[in-house]
C-alpha cells in the first residue's frame, strides 16, 4: 500500500508528540505511526522522517527507562528507517549501536530481539557500521540468537546479521567463527528452517569460508551435505544460488573437493547450468565446478555428468560477460584434464557456434 504524502512538518509534529513532556497516549500513539511509516517502501518517506529529526528521540526510546513496549516500537522504527543507506548513517551516528545490542539478550521478547537483529543486520551493510556492532559485542549475543529455541523471525535476522557482519569486515569472520557461530548456521541450512533463514545461513558460512580458518570447520560441521541439499530443485533459486557459492568457496581447499563431490553436489551443479537459471547462478555453480575441475577424478565426474554443453552454451551471445569468463575457465580447465575432455569441449563449441569465443577466452 502507498505510504500518504508526509512533509517533514508532519512529521516534526508527531515528534513533538513523542517528547516525554507529552501525555502517554500521544506519545505512544506518535511512535506507532512514526514506526508505521518507517516500514513504508518508500525512500523519500524514509528520507524525510530521518531529515526531520526522529532518530535522536527513537534512539532515546531503547534506552532502560522506557517500558519494553515503547522500546520495541522504536527499534522496530529505526530497524525501518535503516532501510535507507543515508539513516544508516544517521542511525549510527546517534549512537543507536550500543543500545540495540542491548535489546538482544536473553532476557528481552522475542519480537524486540527480532527488531533489535533486524535494525542491526541494515546497519551491518555498511562496513565502518559493521566495525562499531562487532565492538559494542552484538556478535556472541547474535549467535546465541541462531540456537533453536529462537523463533524462526529471530534466527532469521540474526543469520543476516551475521552474513552482513562476516561480508564486510575480515575480522568479524574470525570473531564469528570463535563464538561458535559455524555449527549453528550449518544446523540452520536443515530442512527444518524457513526458506529465508537457510539462505541467510548459506550467505553467512559462504562469508565465514573466505578465511582459510574457518573452511575446515564448516567442512567438519557437516556443511557439504547440507549445501548439496539446497542445490536440488525443492529449494528456491535463491537458495540454491546461495549455496552454490558457499560450495564454491568450500571447494577451492585442498580436501573439500573429494567430499563435495562424494555428496552429490556435481550433477545438482551441473543442472543450475541450464537456461533457466538466473545468470548469478549460472556464474556460482560454473564456479564450483571449475574448482572441483581441478582434480582429475572430479573433471571425468562432471564431463560425464554432462557439463560441457551447458558450460559452451554460455560462451553464447545473450550471456553477460562475466558469465563467459566464468564458463571459460571451467571449460579451460576441464580440457586440460584429459584428451578426451579437450576433444569435447572443442566439438562442442564448433556445433554451438562459438570455436572463436571459446579460443579468445582459453587459448584453445
Known sequence: MMAPPLSCRDIRTLLRKLSRCSRPDEQRQALTTIAELSHCTSQDVLANIAAAGAVPPLVQLL???F???MQETAAGALWGLSGNAENSAIIAAAGAIPSLVQLLGPDCPAEMQECAAGALANLACHADNAVAIAAAGAIPQLVLLLAPGSSADVQKHAAR????LSR???DNKVTIAAAGAIPRLVQLLGARSSIEVQENAAGALDCL????ENVAAIAAAGAIPELTKLLGPRSPAKVQQRAACALWGLADYAGNATTIAAAGAISALVKLLGPESPAEMQENAAAALTALAEYAENAAAIAAAGAIPPLVQLLRP????FTKSVAARALKVLAASS???HAAVKADAASFNVLAALNKRTGL
Not at 569460508?209 to 582459510?212: C, G, L, P, Q, T
Not at 545473450?318 to 560477460?321: A, E, F, H, M, P
Open 63 to 65: 534506552g532502560p527507562f
Open 168 to 170: 564486510n569486515d575480515d
Open 67 to 69: 517500558n519494553a513496549d
Open 161 to 164: 546479521a551475521l552474513w552482513n
Open 318 to 321: 545473450g550471456s553477460d560477460d
Open 209 to 212: 569460508a573466505d578465511k582459510a
Open 339 to 341: 584428451a578426451e575432455n
